[in-house]
């Protein structure tokens, strides 16, 4: 059974940084790319980050270059999302997606960024 399940999410204050992590299992997780995308409430799903399947290449969104870091562990079936610097516009809930032969997602998780 395929699952991906995201951890980490929470509530924050701006300036401050979360750690997510998305843990894979019933697919060759090694062979997918793997992405983050988050929705807030009243918006459309946006990619966040992405990252190829040996980790070699990554990709942002414009508005979270130089704040977020999409990292990936192979060995452990697990990808990450370093946020900092988060903003009250980074609130949203954010879904890990596997990107390949087939296309899986998780069931999101909240950040809110809020004083």
């Known amino acids: 059974q395929v699952q991906l399940v995201e951890s980490g999410g929470g509530l924050m204050q701006p300036g401050g940084s979360l750690r997510l992590s998305c843990a894979a299992s019933?697919?060759?997780?090694?062979?997918?790319?793997m992405r983050w995308y988050r929705q807030a409430p009243g918006k459309e799903r946006e990619l966040v980050a992405g990252?190829?399947?040996?980790?070699?290449?990554?990709n942002y969104a414009d508005s979270v270059k130089g704040r977020f870091t999409i990292s990936r562990d192979n060995a452990k079936n697990t990808v990450y999302l370093q946020m900092n610097s988060l903003k009250a516009e980074d609130t949203a809930v954010y879904y890990c997606?596997?990107?390949?032969?087939?296309?899986?997602w998780g069931q999101g998780t909240q950040v809110t960024v809020s004083s």
């Open positions: 997606n596997a990107r390949g032969p087939y296309d899986f």
């Open positions: 990252i190829t399947s040996a980790g070699g290449s990554t």
């Open positions: 019933g697919f060759t997780f090694s062979a997918y790319i």
